[in-house]
C-alpha cells in the first residue's frame, strides 16, 4: 500500500460516523449505544464497586433462551486477578469479568438438551454473548471505558484449556471471553472500519456482499491496524490466529465435546 493511498484510508476511517437522524441526536440512549468503542488505554484509578455492582446487574438482567441465564461471570480486581492468573489485568484494566457460558444450572433442573452438546453450547454462548454486551453499555453509560477479549492475555475460548484448568471449571462451562473495564485514558477512539449498511442487510433471499466491498473493507482494516500498531501488520496478526488456530480448535472441541461423549458429568440430572 502506497503512501498516499495509506493516508487516504486513514481519512476515510476518520470519517466514520454513525448514522443518526439530527431529532435523535440528543438521544441519551442512542449516544450511549453508537458511541461505545473498544478502549485499550485506560487510566490509572479504580472504578467504584457501585459502578461494577450496576455492570454485573446488567449482566444478570440480560434476555435469554427461556430465561435459562446459561451463564457465570468470574469477577476480579487488579489483585484477584493478580492471585488467579498471576498477571496483569489485559491493557491495565482495574476490573474483568470473565465470561463463562454455563449449563450446569439447566442440567441440575432439568435435563433439558440430552446428547446435545452443540445445543447446549450455542445457546450457552448466545445468552453469556448478550449478558457481555449488556455490561458494556452500562459501563459505556456510566462513563467506564471496556474492551472484550477471547484471545489478548488467554482471556477466552482461544485459551479454553488454560482457562478450564485455572479456574476448575466442570464440563458444561465453558470459557468465552472476558471483558475488562477501566475509566478511558481519552475520548473519541476512532471508528474502526465497519461495512455500510446495504453491505449487511438483505430482504427476501439472502444476498452475498460484493467482493469488491470485502476487499476495501480488508484494504482499511490493513490501514488502520498499521496506524495503531506501526511495527505489526494486520497480515501478521491474522498469521497469529492461524498458527494457533490448530490448538486453539483442539482444546475448544474438548471443552465443548469432551468429557460428555465419554461419560456424563456427575451432578447431570
Ligand atoms: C467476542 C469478542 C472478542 C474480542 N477479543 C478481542 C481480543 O482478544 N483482543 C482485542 O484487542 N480485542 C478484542 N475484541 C474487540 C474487537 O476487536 C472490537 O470489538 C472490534 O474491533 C470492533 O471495534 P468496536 O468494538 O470499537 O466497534 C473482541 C470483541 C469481541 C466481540
Known sequence: ?????????????????????????????????????????????????????????????????VNMQTWSFGVYNTKTWRETFGRTIPYGARRAVLVLGDITRVRQAADIFPNSPLVE??????????????????????????????????????????LKERLVLPAGVYPLMTVVFGYPKARNFPVPPKFKIDDITFCGTYRQTKASVVREWFSLMEAGYRASNFFSSFQAKLGYYRKNLRQAEKELREVVFGQDEQKPPTGRA
Do not use: C, H, W
Not at 493516508?7 to 450511549?32: C, F, G, H, M, T
Open 121 to 162: 453450547y450455542t445457546v450457552s454462548v448466545i445468552n453469556a454473548s448478550l449478558a457481555a454486551m449488556n455490561m458494556t453499555i452500562m459501563a459505556q453509560a456510566l462513563g467506564v471505558a471496556s474492551v472484550m477479549l477471547s484471545d489478548t492475555g488467554k482471556t477466552g475460548f482461544f485459551s479454553a484449556a488454560y
Open 1 to 65: 500500500m502506497g503512501f498516499f493511498s495509506f493516508i487516504r484510508k486513514l481519512r476515510q476511517i476518520r470519517a466514520q460516523r454513525p448514522d443518526i437522524p439530527p431529532d435523535l441526536s440528543e438521544n441519551r440512549l442512542v449516544s450511549i449505544l453508537l458511541n461505545r468503542r473498544s478502549v485499550r488505554k485506560f487510566q490509572d484509578r479504580d472504578i467504584l464497586d457501585q459502578e461494577m455492582a450496576l455492570i454485573l446487574e446488567a449482566a444478570r438482567f440480560a434476555p435469554s433462551t
